[in-house]
């Protein structure tokens, strides 16, 4: 009788709310278990049980006996395990109603700190509300009030709120209480806050181990990785204390971050010692971060003596191996993770999918994308991101679509995939408007979209597109990231926009090695390149190291100048910087050595080369027949072939070429016809050749029937080689014909308005002639000026026709580059 009184006193809507029957789901034997609580009816018997309850079901069957014992409301300890039950299974709204239900018959702060908690472990933001309705009530505040209140403040950065709770820590002096001290490290980490963190680290009276791990932690998650380090150093050395597990766990991911081996070393020293490297959660950090540092043979080795491997374990050597580029030893050590009879998961797939389209098994990358279906994991963020990436970079968008219109939940990381996937597939425009898209969608594109957008406007040559996504990343902060920014130089300077480039990299805060190659690139592809060279020295002067790309740029204008002094003091830095001559720059010097005629040197360099490809035989090919030396030309031609080289368009505009300047018109045709032959479908540069060929050789009724069958129409560089034929011939009507074309197609081109002008004056047809020179006036086409450059006392100076000394533009260069 005096339980059912119990209960009514309490509320019999509380039994029926809070007790459940099982559902089908339910487990058989919980009945029984029900059955056996039922006997249980002191504090002492059911607060473990409440403590340690399974499930939401039973958490309430639980909450049912405590009642009809008579345990409510008067047992703080039940009633405070029943508010942390059901917040840990989701359900915070019986929380509340227990603690409302509860506070008049037990006012203590012990009841609203547990209240405060379970709303914190169901991540409600109502812990500060709570906690000043504590303060209101008038109760005494304690060292369990301010961690979770703290923690809620955390989650939700409310960096105010929690240094009111600080200064509340302080006023009522538990800011010497080691377990607050170590919440307000952790708060002010959270938060961003790093000083303050380090400043409470600092003045705190006593430290435990949970004090030196949460500030290692706190500088980890800031980037402040050589003061974490330095931390766990002045743990071992003047703490007294020991580092635990946790310790070793918080600092090896930094050693990993920072590359520091010698670090790593030092810590499995001390876990040898501890013990600690015989526990699987440290063996695991411990591969990872001997990996990160490229100490690939101590990574085995830590993973080979482990006596007991997880998953995780598996993963942390595969992706370790991957990290590194060894893709090989990844692969295999996947298949021994197979034979093991351990499952992939997704980290496991998402590490070995990049490693296998680095390795070209994209059958094998498919068997693990048909796997994850299977498994039901497909559309894991990490593992469609990693798809994506697959079947981009294995020439399949299409694929690639369909796995990102499947996901249920995207990321910044899957749009960026897409738009990398459309970018690197040749549909830039479908990757120019997918960034719309993304922010229809409510995602904010970062620096990663931007440097995947930029070269799809350099491909495409779209000065405008390239201008509207420079105006994105303005408006979002981003223009003055380096990788960006780097991307930006690089598609002005192909989109020929250099004056653009210039102004971004003059605007940058801070420069690299991509900052400077790709401004050197963009200026030796045009007639500005002397800016090319004083940024090459420049970058020397600033202390950056030159790289393929450098010297390749460099190189590149030094032979469109004809600079062969230059161009040799660059060949000798390459000889000393270089430990290995890399193909592109030794092909870089053949094209400067034949520009500038001595070929002599050109071939001493090409025998060097160990290992020729295409470019390096098509440029021997191209030289010596701007020398006329064509039986060598042809020679090489022949020997490419016999090689075994697999020659391509550019060979036969280089063997054209060759038979154009010596005026062998048969040999010419041949291999005119031979390239058809072999599927290599002519150009307008072959074409050009061929004109050219036939109109030295005075053939111009084939050179003109040759451009009316031409299968493409003729540009600039076939109607330029007739001109010149006709100049060369006297064929004035023809010249007109081509130079109307030309007129169409280059309006501005003073080049061609000078070549017939000089055809009309060598005619003798003076009035023809000035009607020309009127014609360039009035379509205010300018003849660009002379320009050239001269070296006095090791300082180049760059003037152009008419300018005087002392006003000229100094370009400079260091005195021990002998310049």
Known sequence: ????????????????????????????????????????????????????????????????????????????????????????????????????????????????????????????????????????????????????????????????????????????GFDGDVYVGNTLVQFYGSCRNVKSAAKVFDEMPERDVISWNTAIGVFSINGLYLDAVGLFQDMISASGLSPNLVSVISVLPVCATVEDEKMTSQIHGYMIKTGLDVIVTAGNALVDAYGKCGSMKAAKRVFNEMTERSEVSWNAIITSFAYRELHGDALSTFRL???????????????????????????????????????????DIFIANSLIDMYAKSGHPTEASCVFNKMTRRNVVSWNAMVANFAQNRFEFKALNLIREMQNHGETPNSVTFTSLLPACARMGSLRYGKEIHGRAIRMGLAFDLFVSNALVDMYGKCGGLNLAKNVFSNLWQRDEVSYNSLIVGYSQTSECI??????????????????????????????????????????????????????VANSLLDLYTKCGRIDIAKTAFDRIPIRDVASWNTM???????????VAISLFEAMKYDGVEYDSVSYIAILSACSHGGLVERGRNYFNEMQGRNVKP??????????????????????????????????????????????????????????HLFKLKPNHCGYYALLSNMYAEAGRWDDADRVRELMKSRRVKKDPGFSW????????????????????????????GW
């Not at 049912?64 to 508010?83: Q, W």
């Not at 090919?621 to 039986?631: A, Q, R, S």
């Not at 307008?684 to 009724?701: E, Q, S």
């Not at 152009?800 to 000229?808: D, I, P």
Request: charged share 15%; glycine share 8%.
């Open 1 to 172: 009788m005096s339980r059912i009184l119990a209960a009514r006193s309490y509320g019999l809507f509380q039994v029926f709310f809070f007790s459940t029957s099982p559902s089908r789901t339910t487990n058989p034997s919980n009945g029984t278990a029900v059955r056996k609580l039922s006997r249980l009816s002191s504090a002492p018997d059911l607060l473990p049980l409440c403590s340690n309850a399974q499930s939401l079901l039973e958490t309430k069957q639980l909450h049912a006996l405590a009642i009809l014992n008579g345990l409510l409301p008067r047992s703080v300890s039940i009633c405070a395990a029943l508010i942390l039950g059901y917040a840990s299974h989701g359900h915070l709204q019986s929380s509340s109603i227990l603690f409302q239900q509860t506070v008049p018959f037990c006012y203590t702060a012990f009841l609203w700190n547990t209240f405060i908690r379970a709303q914190s472990v169901c991540g409600i933001h109502d812990g500060f509300s709570t906690y000043n309705s504590m303060v209101w009530a008038g109760l005494r505040r304690d060292d369990h009030t301010f961690p979770f209140v703290l923690k809620t403040c955390a989650d939700y950065s409310e960096v105010e709120k929690g240094m009111e709770i600080h200064g509340a820590v302080f006023k009522l």
């Open 337 to 379: 993770m197979i034979l093991e009879g351990l499952t992939p998961n997704t980290v496991t797939i998402s590490s070995m999918l990049p490693v296998l389209v680095e390795l070209e098994f994209f059958n094998l990358a498919k068997e693990l994308h048909g796997f994850s279906m299977r498994r039901g994991i497909e559309s």
């Open 531 to 584: 800016e090319s060279l004083i940024l090459f020295w420049e970058m020397q002067l600033t202390g950056m190291k030159h790289d393929v790309v450098s010297f390749v740029g460099a190189i590149s204008a030094c032979a469109n100048l004809a600079a062969l002094k230059q161009g040799r003091e660059i060949h000798g830095i390459v000889v000393r910087k270089l430990s290995h001559e890399h193909l592109f």
């Open 683 to 740: 150009t307008t540069m072959h074409y050009a050749c061929m004109v050219d060929l036939l109109g030295r050789a005075g053939l111009m009724d084939e050179a003109v029937n040759l451009i009316k069958d031409i299968s493409v129409e003729p540009d600039a560089n076939v109607w330029g080689a007739l001109l010149g034929a006709c100049r060369l011939h006297g064929s004035i009507e023809l010249g007109c014909w081509a130079a109307d």
């Open 621 to 631: 090919i191209l030289g010596y027949g701007m020398l006329g030396e064509l039986d």
């Open 790 to 817: 001269v070296q006095i006392r090791d300082q180049v100076h760059a003037f152009v026709v008419g300018e005087k000394l002392e006003n000229l533009d100094t370009m400079y260069c260091p005195g021990e580059c």
